[in-house]
């Protein structure tokens, strides 16, 4: 079982960046599909990125494409997710997540989950 942990949240002005990175424990973690979603009160959790591990295949939600990468250093266990443009609809907490088989956008498919860390951006 992988096991993850975030960092990287913060408080940031419209049209700043942040990185976020998630470091994740066990060997499992180069032949696991990571992907980052967020969520705010009241609304469901909403994925936002992932990455494949058989090819580095990447995907993002339509709201954060061209503004967000995601990438993974497989050697240092470690998934990013560098937030460029940040706008204040994109304020939520951020969960990292493994998975192995299943839908990368889906998250019921991944059974592995972060604590989460909090981005807000300010208007």
């Known amino acids: 079982q992988v096991q993850l942990v975030e960092s990287g949240g913060g408080l940031v002005q419209a049209g700043g960046s942040l990185r976020l990175s998630c470091q994740a424990s066990?060997?499992?973690?180069?032949?696991?599909?990571m992907g980052w979603f967020r969520q705010v009160p009241g609304k469901e959790r909403e994925f936002v990125a992932a990455?494949?591990?058989?090819?580095?295949?990447?995907f993002y939600a339509d709201s954060v494409k061209g503004r967000f990468t995601i990438s993974r250093d497989n050697a240092k266990n470690t998934v990013y997710l560098q937030m460029n443009d940040l706008k204040p609809d994109d304020t939520a907490v951020y969960y990292c997540?493994?998975?192995?088989?299943?839908?990368?956008?889906?998250?019921?498919?991944?059974?592995?989950w972060g604590q989460g860390t909090q981005v807000t951006v300010s208007s």
């Open positions: 997540a493994a998975k192995r088989g299943g839908r990368l956008t889906l998250a019921r498919d991944y059974g592995a």
């Open positions: 066990g060997r499992a973690f180069s032949t696991a599909d």
């Open positions: 990455i494949s591990w058989s090819d580095g295949s990447t």
